[in-house]
Structure formats: structure tokens, C-alpha cells
């Protein structure tokens, strides 16, 4: 199995910045995709930001410019750089991963989630 441990949230003034990370543990063979997501109070969950084994990254159009994503593979860890932060930002990020396992299919797994809140 494996697990996923967020860091890093917090309350931040607009104009600020955070860096979140996200670690995986447990047994694991290849992490395909590191990806980020967050969904503010009373909405869906919302793409953000995810980074390929081979280091391609992508971005949902609103954090584009201001929020950079990267990954330490050796250490299982994806960062988040946030910066320029809006009070729209606030909402809770998740980590999801996609672990490639050696005799299957490739597995999802996420994040308990780490709450992000920017004051105006």
C-alpha cells in the first residue's frame, strides 16, 4: 500500500506565498504522475498542476504564471510553489499520484489534504 502525507498549507496574505509538498511511502516501483488538485468550499475538485516522470508539467489556466510544480523522484516528493496568492486560491490541495506497479495496473492513490487560506 501506499500513503501520501501533505505539508505545508496555511494562512497567507494576499500577494504571498506557500510551498506545499507531498511525500509517498510504502511500496513503490515507478510514480508515473504527481499531480496537485484543490477544491475551495462548496465546489468541485479542480486540476492545479501535475509533472510527468520525465519532468513535463502542466497547469490549470487559473494558477498559471503564479504556481510552479516539480518533483524529487529519488524521494517520492512533489512540490507545490505558490506564489502570488489570491483569496480564490484558498480551498484544500490534494496530492495524487499514479504508481506504476511491476505486475499490474497502475494505481491512484491521494492525499489527506492540506488546507490553503489566503486573506484579503
Known amino acids: 500500500q501506499v500513503r501520501l502525507v501533505e505539508s505545508g498549507g496555511g494562512l497567507v496574505q494576499t500577494g504571498g506565498s506557500l510551498r506545499l509538498s507531498c511525500v509517498a511511502s510504502?511500496?513503490?516501483?515507478?510514480?508515473?504522475?504527481m499531480e496537485w488538485y484543490r477544491q475551495a468550499p462548496g465546489a468541485g475538485r479542480e486540476y492545479v498542476a501535475g509533472?510527468?516522470?520525465?519532468?513535463?508539467?502542466n497547469y490549470g489556466d487559473s494558477v498559471k504564471g503564479r504556481f510552479t510544480v516539480s518533483r524529487d523522484s529519488a524521494k517520492n516528493t512533489a512540490y507545490l510553489q505558490m506564489a502570488s496568492l489570491k483569496p480564490e486560491d484558498t480551498a484544500v490541495y490534494y496530492c495524487?499520484?499514479?504508481?506504476?506497479?511491476?505486475?499490474?495496473?497502475?494505481?491512484?492513490?491521494w492525499g489527506q489534504g492540506t488546507q490553503v487560506t489566503v486573506s484579503s
Open positions: 495524487r499520484f499514479v504508481v506504476r506497479n511491476i505486475d499490474g495496473p497502475d494505481t491512484t492513490f
Open positions: 510504502g511500496s513503490i516501483y515507478h510514480i508515473s504522475f
Open positions: 509533472i510527468t516522470s520525465g519532468y513535463s508539467t
